[in-house]
């Protein structure tokens, strides 16, 4: 079987800060198929002498974002050392496994390095381990996520696909309520608060593995949240991305013995709670310097003779302060363009590197993801773009134009070539990381027949009183129309890879009159991957039309949270008052 092998370090050199270039990522381009692994029982274990009890090993086999696991040790005063050799893992004291990305590559990297034997050991001598979300699934027995493949088989049960045929959007993306089920040490400050989840693989209770089980979560299936026995934790949520009650968690796992002066607020998660997610549209002004801005109808320049870009703050203080508002997720649009050098944009990779360090929620960034050539003739792949982001801190990122010009290659086509940005990434990092942001603007038409995409009945009519429209995809900045329409580019990109859309809309956008609910609508019910609403938000009552309404899975503001028209915390007392579950 042949083995293509794809170096995560192509971008950046080793540094002591990371280890995410220390391994190679190995990708096997057919099915894999693994040997049940070995649980050794005559491995010398031993806690390191010089770690003391304020240093944490890190298993960082070099995908995904591990950045803010990083970020978030070091914020609760812990030290990190980080994996070379199959030997630091028997010497650890504590270890933290935060896999990321999909199952197959990750298992292959373990069984290649030795890693997956060392683990087995590590774990049955109940040495405190704590695994997040694929650090939780690897343990299991097997996996159907490109398989099925063999994990390492410590706990019984194969982990599946969510179910969409029953309505519920896979990824399963956002903030969910956790059913704890036996003492967890590790949960006891949560208090009926919600958590992150990204995924769309899970695994299930049973008789067999109930020992094993502390928490449960439901997404149209009740799945296991989290494991405990003994000291080994594992959790399918990322607490490094839960905010206040993630970090909780973790500071359970790394100083258990540590005394809890208050207790914890109650919360009222019952189910998945609707997102509010605040928006930094970043670019460089004339001066050079990286700031947010916010458009009308996507034109970013103030109506002066000076016609400046539109400055509304720096976009790391910025984005702190909407975490610290409660804001669920901060999503980076850089709209400078990358035109020659994506990654040449180093002042945007340090944003997300400095924000990640006081910001523990989801980071999402967009902007020139795309394969490229430099000045020199050197190309780079979308993947080692996407990789250099999610190293720098980006948990999702955002493909706009590229992701338009290869759903139209494969509607002409009807092939999948592997090529696109789109399934090279979302093949290594899984779906979940992989949002395409859709920008179109309504074309008002009186007969639907005579037209080739899908249109709908508006409920505002047309300039000539036209009851129909349909939404041309625009690329460049809404710049350039393309000959495909929303629905078709939504449909396409699902099937290409996308584990979400971010849904805009040009006719909307800075105008504070509502969403387009008439555009949500049909795109959220045309797909089963969850849907953000984004532009023209003006009012709390916007937020809760559009989740009333559509089956929207989140709300995305911009221009009302910089100028502190309407505070992220009025929207979710809002949307509390409407019935509609949100994190407090």
């Given at each position: 079987m042949?083995t293509?092998l794809f170096?995560f370090s192509?971008?950046?050199?080793p540094?002591?800060?990371?280890?995410?270039s220390?391994?190679?990522?190995?990708?096997?381009?057919?099915s894999?198929?693994f040997?049940?692994v070995?649980?050794?029982?005559?491995?010398?274990?031993?806690a390191s002498?010089?770690s003391?009890?304020?240093?944490v090993?890190?298993?960082?086999y070099?995908?995904?974002n591990?950045?803010?696991?990083?970020?978030?040790i070091?914020?609760?005063g812990?030290?990190?050392?980080?994996?070379?050799?199959?030997q630091?893992?028997?010497?650890a004291?504590k270890?933290i496994?935060?896999?990321v990305?999909a199952f197959?590559?990750?298992?292959?990297?373990l069984?290649?390095?030795g890693?997956a034997?060392a683990?087995?050991?590590?774990?049955e001598?109940?040495?405190p381990?704590?695994g997040?979300?694929l650090g939780l699934q690897?343990?299991?027995e097997?996996?159907e996520?490109n398989g099925?493949?063999t994990?390492?088989?410590?706990?019984p049960?194969t982990?599946?696909?969510?179910?969409?045929s029953k309505?519920?959007?896979?990824?399963?993306?956002?903030?969910?309520a956790?059913?704890i089920t036996k003492d967890s040490?590790?949960?006891?400050d949560i208090?009926?608060?919600?958590?992150y989840?990204?995924?769309?693989?899970?695994a299930?209770p049973?008789?067999?593995n109930?020992?094993?089980?502390?928490?449960?979560?439901d997404?149209?299936?009740?799945f296991?949240a989290?494991i405990r026995?003994?000291?080994?934790?594992?959790?399918?949520?990322?607490p490094e991305?839960s905010g206040?009650?993630?970090?909780s968690?973790?500071?359970?796992?790394?100083?258990p013995k540590?005394?809890i002066?208050k207790?914890?607020?109650?919360?009222?998660?019952s189910k998945?709670?609707q997102?509010v997610i605040?928006?930094?549209?970043?670019?460089?002004?004339d001066?050079?310097d990286?700031v947010?801005t916010?458009?009308?109808?996507?034109d970013?320049r103030?109506?002066?003779n000076?016609?400046?870009?539109r400055?509304?703050g720096?976009p790391?203080?910025?984005?702190g302060?909407y975490y610290i508002?409660?804001?669920d997720?901060?999503?980076?649009l850089?709209?400078?363009?990358?035109r020659?050098?994506?990654?040449g944009d180093?002042?945007m990779l340090?944003?997300?590197?400095h924000?990640s360090?006081n910001?523990?929620?989801?980071?999402?960034?967009?902007?020139g993801i795309?394969?490229?050539t430099?000045?020199?003739?050197?190309?780079?792949?979308s993947?080692?773009?996407?990789?250099?982001?999610f190293?720098?801190g980006?948990d999702?990122?955002?493909?706009?134009?590229?992701?338009?010009?290869?759903a139209e290659?494969?509607?002409?086509?009807?092939?999948?070539t592997?090529?696109t940005?789109?399934e090279?990434i979302?093949?290594?990092?899984?779906n979940?990381?992989?949002v395409v942001?859709i920008?179109?603007?309504?074309?008002?038409?009186k007969?639907?027949?005579?037209v080739q995409?899908?249109?709908v009945?508006?409920s505002t009519l047309g300039p000539?009183?036209?009851?129909?429209?349909?939404?041309?995809?625009?690329v460049s900045?809404?710049?350039?129309?393309r000959p495909?329409?929303?629905?078709?580019?939504?449909?396409?990109?699902?099937e290409?890879?996308?584990?979400e859309?971010?849904?805009n809309?040009?006719?909307?956008d800075g105008q504070?009159?509502?969403?387009?609910t008439?555009?949500v609508e049909?795109i959220?019910?045309a797909v089963?991957?969850?849907?953000i609403?984004?532009?023209g938000a003006?009012s709390?009552?916007h937020?809760s039309?559009?989740?009333t309404?559509?089956?929207?899975s989140?709300a995305?503001?911009a221009?009302?949270f910089?100028r502190k028209e309407?505070?992220?915390?009025s929207?979710?007392?809002h949307l509390?008052?409407?019935?509609?579950?949100v994190?407090?």
């Amino acid at each position: 079987m042949e083995t293509s092998l794809f170096q995560f370090s192509s971008l950046s050199p080793p540094s002591s800060s990371s280890s995410s270039s220390s391994f190679l990522f190995l990708r096997k381009k057919h099915s894999f198929r693994f040997t049940n692994v070995k649980h050794p029982t005559n491995f010398s274990i031993r806690a390191s002498s010089s770690s003391g009890d304020s240093v944490v090993t890190l298993l960082d086999y070099g995908a995904g974002n591990v950045r803010s696991v990083r970020n978030a040790i070091r914020h609760l005063g812990f030290e990190i050392k980080d994996v070379r050799s199959p030997q630091d893992i028997l010497n650890a004291s504590k270890l933290i496994f935060p896999g990321v990305g999909a199952f197959a590559p990750a298992m292959d990297v373990l069984k290649n390095t030795g890693m997956a034997e060392a683990l087995c050991a590590y774990i049955e001598k109940d040495r405190p381990f704590l695994g997040i979300c694929l650090g939780l699934q690897l343990l299991f027995e097997s996996s159907e996520e490109n398989g099925p493949v063999t994990g390492l088989g410590l706990i019984p049960g194969t982990v599946g696909r969510f179910d969409s045929s029953k309505g519920f959007r896979v990824p399963h993306i956002g903030w969910n309520a956790l059913k704890i089920t036996k003492d967890s040490e590790i949960l006891d400050d949560i208090g009926n608060r919600h958590v992150y989840f990204v995924h769309s693989y899970r695994a299930m209770p049973s008789d067999e593995n109930k020992e094993w089980v502390s928490s449960t979560c439901d997404y149209g299936d009740k799945f296991i949240a989290s494991i405990r026995r003994g000291n080994v934790h594992a959790v399918q949520f990322h607490p490094e991305k839960s905010g206040e009650v993630g970090l909780s968690v973790l500071r359970r796992f790394l100083n258990p013995k540590s005394s809890i002066t208050k207790k914890p607020d109650e919360g009222k998660a019952s189910k998945l709670a609707q997102r509010v997610i605040a928006c930094l549209d970043v670019r460089a002004n004339d001066n050079g310097d990286l700031v947010v801005t916010k458009g009308d109808q996507y034109d970013v320049r103030e109506n002066t003779n000076e016609n400046e870009v539109r400055n509304l703050g720096k976009p790391v203080e910025l984005a702190g302060q909407y975490y610290i508002d409660g804001a669920d997720e901060v999503s980076f649009l850089n709209i400078t363009g990358f035109r020659d050098f994506p990654l040449g944009d180093l002042p945007m990779l340090q944003v997300l590197r400095h924000t990640s360090e006081n910001v523990f929620v989801p980071l999402t960034v967009g902007g020139g993801i795309r394969d490229f050539t430099d000045s020199t003739g050197r190309h780079y792949s979308s993947l080692e773009v996407a990789s250099e982001y999610f190293r720098s801190g980006a948990d999702k990122i955002s493909i706009g134009s590229d992701a338009v010009y290869a759903a139209e290659e494969y509607l002409k086509s009807g092939v999948k070539t592997g090529k696109t940005s789109l399934e090279q990434i979302s093949r290594v990092y899984g779906n979940q990381a992989v949002v395409v942001s859709i920008d179109p603007r309504r074309v008002y038409v009186k007969d639907p027949q005579g037209v080739q995409f899908k249109t709908v009945r508006v409920s505002t009519l047309g300039p000539n009183g036209e009851e129909y429209a349909w939404y041309q995809c625009t690329v460049s900045g809404g710049r350039e129309g393309r000959p495909i329409g929303a629905y078709e580019l939504a449909k396409a990109v699902e099937e290409l890879g996308a584990g979400e859309i971010l849904l805009n809309c040009i006719d909307c956008d800075g105008q504070g009159k509502g969403f387009d609910t008439d555009l949500v609508e049909l795109i959220s019910d045309a797909v089963s991957i969850p849907v953000i609403a984004s532009s023209g938000a003006g009012s709390v009552e916007h937020f809760s039309q559009v989740f009333t309404k559509t089956n929207a899975s989140a709300a995305l503001a911009a221009g009302i949270f910089h100028r502190k028209e309407v505070p992220i915390r009025s929207v979710k007392e809002h949307l509390l008052k409407e019935g509609i579950e949100v994190r407090i």
